[in-house]
């Protein structure tokens, strides 16, 4: 056991997304200690590999966050009662680029940003894909953009900052390794 325990929490704001307390712990020591915390629903992504084995759909999309438009895998909440990980990744696959996948593997589980934030991600890999209609979700999702980048490509992508979103990285680079592998 690491000695670090949760004796207090306190929602202060509770958002469409995430929920935001002030947290009070106590350490080994006995020092107790705040801490802001964003609680989050959890969320999935998919790296949707194109029959080739060697090219893979993305969706350049715009995100509130930062201002601006990143490149990334499709991804999405966890916001679905009882919907599996691997259901909600395909669900994604399909809103999103209108693919439904013949297989899919899971590749990772992380947290995000865990000084602050419980997020945790679950990130699979889909192949055997055949098209199907996509319905965006959501104004971003109607003004994103689709396409087509080779996994030979993701080193200098992520090295020149074409690829900057953490789950896409990590998607991306396991799936190369995992393709690899046969």
Do not use: W
Request: some cysteine.
């Amino acid at each position: 056991m690491s000695g670090f325990a949760k004796l207090a929490e306190r929602v202060i704001y509770r958002g469409q997304v995430v929920t935001m307390a002030e947290s009070t712990f106590v350490g080994p020591d006995g020092q107790e200690f705040e801490r802001d915390v964003v609680r989050h629903p959890g969320a999935v992504s998919v790296v949707p590999v194109l029959d080739d084995g060697e090219t893979v759909v993305l969706v350049r999309q715009y995100r509130s966050a930062i201002e601006g438009l990143l490149l990334e895998i499709p991804a999405g909440k966890l916001d679905v009662d009882g919907e599996a990980p691997a259901a909600a990744a395909a669900r994604e696959l399909e809103e999103e680029v209108g693919y439904r996948a013949g297989r899919l593997e899971r590749l990772a589980e992380f947290y995000n940003s865990p000084g602050f934030c419980d997020e945790h991600s679950v990130v699979f890999v889909a192949s055997d894909l055949e098209p199907c209609p996509s319905s965006a979700q959501g104004v971003e999702e109607r003004h994103l953009a689709v396409e087509h980048v080779a996994l030979a490509e993701v080193p200098a992508m992520v090295a020149d900052g074409r690829l900057a979103d953490a789950k896409t990285i990590i998607g991306l680079t396991l799936a190369r390794e995992r393709l690899s592998r046969g």
